[in-house]
């Protein structure tokens, strides 16, 4: 597989949130942008196949939320429970898919 670091930028920050859910912060980028790097990610995962010494190979599905800084007073925490909820649109609408905050 190759490395994550060949679709983010070095100014990108990725970080486990807990579980199973990790955050990546794109400074700079607007929210078509980040949408499209979401969907290169997930595309990327989807193309992983693990062989096993036994039994079929592991497959990966990944389900993004996205979500944009779009007022000044806005912060970390609002932005990430913006991204939370898309995260479980796309979730609850058929996983393995990208889905952007309303």
């Known amino acids: ?42 595309e990327r995962f989807a193309n992983v196949h693990v062989v096993l010494e036994t ?13 944009a800084l779009k007022e000044k007073n806005t912060n970390l925490d609002i932005l990430l429970t913006q991204a939370d909820k898309a995260l479980y649109q796309a979730k609850e609408s058929g996983r393995n898919k990208v889905c952007i905050a309303g």
């Open 1 to 42: 597989m190759q490395k994550l670091s060949d679709i983010l930028r070095t100014v990108d920050i990725i970080g486990r949130i807990g579980g199973e859910e990790f955050a990546v912060l794109l400074p700079g980028t607007d929210l078509q942008s980040a949408t499209e790097v979401a969907e290169r990610l997930r």
């Open 55 to 67: 039994g079929p190979p592991l497959h990966f599905t990944v389900s993004i939320g996205v979500a």
